[in-house]
């Protein structure tokens, strides 16, 4: 009696971790699959010191092996006025600092695998300045970015250009 109740346990156990497996796995296939790879940046940025403003064009030079469809970060307070594809205007999405950008499927793009993307867009950029730092512990003061009269700063963290 002892051993088969044990039996069950361990089978249970067993089925237990062989799922837990195969959701790893599937999960793992998923975030493998091939994305797109920035090859380079043609970044343009004016930058209006008395408005706080950034104003930025990036072309992209993707390579994008089989995707139908670019994930970017940017400022989530961008606004992003276009996006295009070849100068032809594209669907996009823009939420919570991600851009979403669909571009077709590989088939469309022929045997090129690499695309020209140009994304047009502003944000403003006002972190608070520590007049008076009582430490110098961390030299950024938790400033990643910065765009006032008296000087500019943009960290990377800032988001001040579109990045995958």
């Not at 797109?36 to 992209?60: F, N, W, Y």
């Not at 995707?67 to 996006?83: D, F, G, K, T, Y």
């Not at 669909?102 to 867009?121: A, C, E, M, V």
Request: aromatic share 8%.
């Amino acid at each position: 009696m002892r051993v088969a109740r044990l039996v069950k346990i361990s089978v249970g156990f067993y089925l237990l971790i062989l799922t837990v497996v195969v959701i790893l796995l599937l999960f793992l296939e998923r975030t493998t699959q091939a994305q797109c790879e920035v090859m380079a940046h043609d970044l343009k940025v004016r930058i209006e010191p008395e408005t706080q403003d950034l104003i930025g064009s990036d072309t992209l030079t993707l390579s994008c092996p089989e995707e139908q469809r670019a994930l970017l970060e940017l400022n989530p307070e961008a606004i992003v006025h276009s996006v295009e594809r070849e100068a032809v205007p594209i669907p996009f999405k823009f939420s919570a600092g991600i851009l979403e950008v669909f571009f077709g499927s590989p088939d469309s793009r022929g045997k090129d695998k690499t695309i020209l993307l140009t994304i047009r867009y502003g944000s403003k950029f006002r972190d608070p300045v520590p007049r008076d730092p009582l430490n110098t512990e961390d030299p950024t003061y938790g400033v990643s970015g910065v765009i006032s009269e008296e000087g500019v700063m943009l960290l990377a963290g800032a988001r001040w250009f579109p990045e995958i």
